[in-house]
């Protein structure tokens, strides 16, 4: 990592004791770490009641790795939730499972499928459930009385979320109004909030999917298998390869084939695309990822399809 950043360095020529300590310079990854941990400890120290959201993808578990450093050797004092689909792939299920485990965190979980069995929602005629995931997520803010909830959009992904401050608030109906933010001036954060608001807090905003990569390379941050290279049953739907499973099964004029593909992104299986690749390891990945001209949800992801300004309208709704 070539760019630097000087964290404290003390004037020329000024000593300190008997001989001037060496300016303390901060790599740009370290950089970044830095700032996360920093919201990270603010967000504890300011709000009751935070919550992280923890899918098990690699931008949560970034997240997760960034939370346990900012209170170690305290464990983390709040807990995951996550919004499943019922759509979701087994293989990120089981990491979520393992690493709670592990980690020894209180998981909640929220389930779309108990609202579709109830009539509170109903299945969308073109299968996928992502943009269901709103309701269930508004409803456990509400039910645990989260006022502060973790998530881990990137700017660089997509230009709705390139408009979240890093405080992001909600207002009661937890809908967002990107028109009226506050101003986060030299890194300065606003939380307040009245009753029944809360705020979208995301630690991760200034990171790149390069920086993410390079960052779970310098970690060593084990991932789901799914993000490297592996042969999979693939058809090809909306210039994307999607995944043959119990939810997302090819039409009549859609030939299965086996390509060698990773994921790039892992939301909801019926609308997440895979990539044709060859990067088995995360150096792999990382080389992929800094020659790539397309954005990891431009790339393979349905749900950011569906109009031009689609996440931007399901953020206003509610959802991350």
Not at 82 to 94: M, Q
Not at 290 to 313: C, Q, V
């Amino acid at each position: 990592m070539s760019t630097t950043t000087t964290a404290t360095a003390a004037p020329a020529g000024r000593r300190t004791g008997e001989q001037a300590l060496p300016p303390r310079r901060l790599t740009q990854l370290q950089t970044l770490e830095s700032e996360s941990v920093h919201i990270f400890r603010e967000v504890a120290a300011e709000f009751e009641r935070p919550v992280l959201l923890f899918s098990g993808g690699k931008d949560s578990v970034v997240m997760l790795h960034l939370a346990l450093k900012a209170f170690w050797p305290a464990p983390v004092p709040f807990p995951v939730l996550h919004v499943d689909t019922g759509h979701n792939f087994p293989e990120v299920l089981a990491y979520r499972e393992a690493t709670v485990d592990r980690l020894g965190l209180r998981l909640e979980v929220a389930r779309v499928q108990d609202y579709l069995d109830d009539g509170r929602l109903r299945e969308r005629t073109d299968g996928t459930r992502n943009p269901l995931q709103t309701l269930p997520l508004l409803d456990a803010i509400r039910d645990h009385r989260f006022d502060a909830v973790f998530g881990g959009g990137r700017r660089d992904e997509e230009k709705a979320r390139a408009k979240e401050r890093i405080y992001s608030l909600r207002d009661e109906f937890g809908q967002w109004d990107p028109r009226n933010q506050r101003p986060e001036l030299w890194n300065l954060y606003n939380g307040r909030h009245a009753p029944g608001e809360h705020v979208r807090v995301f630690p991760l905003s200034n990171w790149t999917e390069l920086d993410i990569w390079r960052y779970i390379a310098a970690e060593r941050i084990e991932l789901p298998a799914l993000y490297y290279a592996h042969d999979r049953e693939v058809f090809r739907r909306d210039g994307m390869w999607i995944a043959v499973g119990p939810h997302t099964q090819p039409r009549e004029d859609e030939p299965v084939t086996v390509r060698r593909v990773r994921y790039r992104t892992v939301g909801d299986m019926s609308c997440t695309g895979a990539v044709e690749s060859d990067a088995t390891d995360v150096q792999d990945v990382v080389d992929e990822v800094a020659a790539t001209r397309l954005t990891e949800r431009g790339a393979t992801r349905a749900d950011d399809r569906l109009s031009e300004a689609a996440m931007e309208d399901r953020k206003k709704e509610g959802y991350f």
